[in-house]
């Protein structure tokens, strides 16, 4: 059956006043020859105003990255890290890795107690929890092999707002309220004080101005010698971080061959490790493809089961085999394997529920930690652009660099601190994800492009911790097997299951009627949850334009193009 679009507005009216999301203020357009789609309307436009000045994708991806670690400082960043998969035109595809990693002075054990338990919030709170940060050397390393306009051109936005002043929104507002606690515990000085806190009040960040200005001067060497890399050290020796000069200037982004695993007459494009996004999201996709999803119909009692299934099985080998492949020896050729993965679903029964194992772990924390951001764009060239940069939670470990006005990750925490124990996102992980100077730390970010019979068809990815991975596979689903527009593919309710908790979580309306009941008597656990990883999407129409869709979960996504 092909999905309902009016069924589908119903549903989504009922669910409106529960999940607190206004679906009708979905930004969504249609745009001829270029699209961007992202988290915050002051980077859109930023990232619109490059490509009309004739900058390509990477150059609007420059300028718009720069933008958020001004206007979004919760997610944005230049304290971060981030995965760039990207398509030219001519069809050649590329990633490049700027995730964080561990200091040389880590440990393997560093968050464990002399009992060997870990210490809870020493990985996801203060100056402990940094990872080195990956975000400028991505950038720079980005403009450099893809970039057109001058570099300098491409950070003065950001320059420009921080010197200048903008508007908080309401939601970074918020944001900001609710962590002033966390601020003053690990600051000697308040970032963003009370007084400009007012709704249209004008906010300007001369430390974040001056930084970003050496960045313009010095592209790499701005952020990781000199002045602001001595800023940062500081920082880290007055809270008893580990970060060094050395492991600055030693910061390398990688480029890698991406993740590609081909659906039907689709191919997908994504992140190989350190992101765990593209395995598991290519896994889920040949495991679901012997099934007549569209026959089962959306969000009923059989496809629920089957995506669910395939969901369990990825989490499973993600938490087991996947860690930075250049410390450990990931198995991507056999975990991509047909065979094997048709085999992975040979126990998969639709008269009983699987069980994941009898290990126990801790609650998913799914309401406020999942501050990564997002962007998609498509340029008039036909380059396309994902991108997911993180500072892991809202502004990271909440150590704002003194004198420096930019927030430090807290990622270190994506690390499996002790095997089988859930991070803060209810991952558990073991030897392939430990602790070791210089590794990266295991993500679920997911930036993915998608094919259609060989030519572009769309760019999507999402911020929402373990549930990205699982947004991408139903947003994907959605469009390519319910024939959903693709602004009605990105909002509609999502559900999740990643092994570890063994449960279901679905927001408010996922499931059609029965479905839950119908479920739970074969032995399946549920848990309501408010939201999950909001999408960021373009996609190519038949005609050729670009439909960008923005996610009604985060008020301020947006879209913009020509
Ligand atoms: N920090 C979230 C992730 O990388 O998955």
Redesign the pocket.
Known sequence: MKYLPLLFCLSILACREELKVDYEAQKASVFPQAAIAGPHPLATQTGLEVLRRGGNAIDAAVAMQLTMAVVFPRAGNIGGGGFLVYRAADGETLSLDYRETAPSAAKRDMYLDTAGNVTEGLSTRGHLAVGVPGTVAGIVAMHERLGSLPWAELVQPAIDFAENGYRLSESEIDRIKRYHADFTEFNDFTPFSDSTLGVGAQVKQPDLAATLSRIRDLGHDGFYTGETADLIVTEMESGGGLITHEDLSAYEPKWKEPITKAYRNYRLISMPPSSSGGLALAQMAKMLEPYPLEEYGFQRVRSVQVIAEAMRRAYADRAEYLGDADFYPVPVDSLLNDAYLLERMADYRTDSAGTSTDITAGQVAMKENFE?THISIVDSLGNAVSITT?L?GNFGSKVMVDGGGFFLNN?MD?FSAKPGVPNMFGLVGKEANAIQPGKRML???TPTIVEKDGELFMVLGAPG?ST?ITAVLQTFLNVAEYGMPLPEAVAAPRFHHQWLPDEILYEPDALADGVLDSLEALGYQFREVNSMAVIKAVQVLPDGSLQAAADPRNPDDDVEGY
């Open positions: 990564t993180t892991n990622e994506d993500s679920s970010m911790g990205i």
